[in-house]
């Protein structure tokens, strides 16, 4: 069973992918990633989790193109595969790159910190 919903999950997010490319406006500000999908546990519902690399207009104008083309992406999945049932799209915005971004800088600062700590306390050696 659980095979199964991974191989899905890998399979919804090449397929959705695909279908981005032919989405307009897309990339045009700042630069959009499909980082996961998650199926829910009647397979009915999915969502796709994307981040943005750019200001926060950019992240706002790619989650109204993604919305848009929901529909459109919908009737490519049911042309391109043979599922009984294409679940409904969600987009969520995935925070994990900045959050890990965010973290990398605090421990780039505890770092030289530490640095600055130490070379303080080797001048009575």
Same mark, same amino acid.
């Given at each position: 069973?659980?095979?199964?919903?991974?191989?899905?999950?890998? %399979?919804?997010?090449?397929?959705?992918?695909?279908?981005?490319? *032919?989405?307009?406006? @897309?990339?045009?500000?700042?630069?959009?990633? @499909? /980082?996961?999908?998650?199926?829910?546990?009647d397979g009915k519902t999915m969502s796709v989790y994307f981040?943005?690399?750019?200001?926060?207009?950019?992240?706002?104008?790619?989650?109204?193109?993604?919305?848009?083309?929901?529909?459109?992406?919908?009737?490519?999945?049911?042309?391109?595969?043979r599922l009984k049932v294409i679940p409904a799209i969600v987009?969520?915005?995935?925070?994990?790159?900045?959050?890990?971004?965010? %973290?990398?800088?605090?421990?780039?600062?505890?770092?030289?910190?530490?640095? *600055?700590?130490?070379?303080?306390?080797?001048?009575? /050696?």
């Amino acid at each position: 069973m659980f095979k199964r919903i991974d191989r899905l999950r890998e %399979l919804f997010l090449r397929e959705v992918s695909l279908a981005l490319k *032919d989405v307009g406006g @897309l990339n045009t500000h700042g630069i959009l990633t @499909l /980082t996961g999908v998650e199926l829910s546990s009647d397979g009915k519902t999915m969502s796709v989790y994307f981040s943005v690399f750019g200001s926060e207009s950019d992240k706002a104008r790619s989650q109204a193109i993604l919305t848009a083309s929901i529909h459109y992406i919908r009737q490519t999945l049911k042309k391109r595969l043979r599922l009984k049932v294409i679940p409904a799209i969600v987009f969520k915005y995935d925070t994990t790159p900045e959050d890990a971004a965010r %973290l990398e800088n605090l421990f780039a600062k505890i770092k030289s910190e530490n640095k *600055d700590e130490n070379n303080g306390h080797r001048t009575g /050696t």
